[in-house]
C-alpha cells in the first residue's frame, strides 16, 4: 500500500508565531491528502485536506500545499494558539473507496 | 456530526485469550475501519470494510480477524491476544464516494495484553 512519511515527529513554536509540518508519500496515484488532529487524550478528527487538481488551499489560519512532483504536502498553521497543541496526522488516499494511509504524526507544542 | 462508538474503552486481556472490540456507528456509511495507533508507527490500518458482509486486509492483518456483520456494526476479533497487540484501537466509518472521504473516528478502545 501507499507509504505516508511525516518527517517532524514533535514541533515546538511561540504562540503567535507559524507552523509547518511536512509530509511524503510514495504512489503516484494518491489524489487526496487530508490532515487530522488528535488533541490530547482524544481521538481524531478532520481539519482540512487537498485534492491533486489544485496545489493549495486554505481555511482561516490553515493552509495545505501540495507538490505533486516531489510527491510533498505540507500544513501551515498562521498565528498559532494553545489551542493547536495537539497531535497532527497527514494521511494519503489513492482511490475513491476511502482507505486513508497515516503518517506517524507530528506532536505540536504553542508555547506561551 | 456522525457517531461512532466503541466498546469496550479499556481492555485487559490475558496472552492466548480472545479479545473483541465491538464498533458501532449510525450515520448509515458505506465503509468502516480499525486502526491501531502506537508510538512512532502512527495509525496503522488492520481491516476495512465497504459494506455488511465485507471485510478487507489492511496493511497489518496478521493475528486479527474482523466481522462485518451489518451496515452498523464492524467488529474486532483476536483469537490469540499476544503482548504485541497490547495498543490503542479506533474504528472509524466513511461515505466512501470520491466527493466525501472524511473519516469519522471513535473514542478509541485501550487494550492491554499481560
Known amino acids: 500500500g501507499e507509504k505516508v512519511e511525516q518527517h517532524e515527529s514533535t514541533l515546538s513554536v511561540r504562540e503567535g508565531d507559524s507552523a509547518v509540518i511536512n509530509c511524503t508519500y510514495t504512489d503516484t496515484a494518491s489524489s487526496y491528502f487530508p490532515w487530522y488532529k488528535q488533541e490530547a487524550g482524544k481521538s481524531l478528527h478532520f481539519v482540512i485536506d487537498?485534492?491533486?487538481?489544485?496545489d493549495r488551499k486554505q481555511s482561516q489560519r490553515l493552509t495545505v500545499l501540495l507538490d505533486k512532483k516531489a510527491k510533498r504536502f505540507s500544513l501551515h498553521i498562521t498565528a498559532t494558539q494553545p489551542e493547536d497543541s495537539a497531535i497532527y496526522f497527514c494521511?494519503?488516499?489513492?482511490?475513491?473507496?476511502?482507505?486513508?494511509?497515516f503518517g506517524s504524526g507530528t506532536k505540536l507544542t504553542v508555547e506561551p | 456530526e456522525a457517531a461512532v462508538t466503541q466498546s469496550p474503552r479499556n481492555k485487559v486481556a490475558v496472552t492466548g485469550g480472545k479479545v473483541t472490540l465491538s464498533c458501532n456507528q449510525t450515520n448509515n456509511h458505506n465503509n468502516m475501519y480499525w486502526y491501531r495507533q502506537d508510538t512512532g508507527h502512527g495509525l496503522r490500518l488492520i481491516h476495512y470494510?465497504?459494506?455488511?458482509?465485507?471485510?478487507e486486509k489492511g496493511d497489518i492483518p496478521d493475528g486479527y480477524k474482523a466481522s462485518r456483520p451489518s451496515q452498523e456494526n464492524f467488529s474486532l476479533i483476536l483469537e490469540l491476544a499476544t503482548p504485541s497487540q497490547t495498543s490503542v484501537y479506533f474504528c472509524?466509518?466513511?461515505?466512501?464516494?470520491?466527493?466525501?472521504?472524511?473519516?469519522?473516528f471513535g473514542a478509541g478502545t485501550r487494550l492491554s495484553v499481560l
Open positions: 470494510s465497504y459494506g455488511a458482509g465485507s471485510t
Open positions: 472509524a466509518s466513511g461515505e466512501g464516494r470520491a466527493s466525501q472521504n472524511t473519516l469519522y
Open positions: 494521511a494519503a488516499s489513492m482511490s475513491n473507496y476511502n482507505v486513508l494511509y
Open positions: 487537498i485534492r491533486s487538481n489544485v
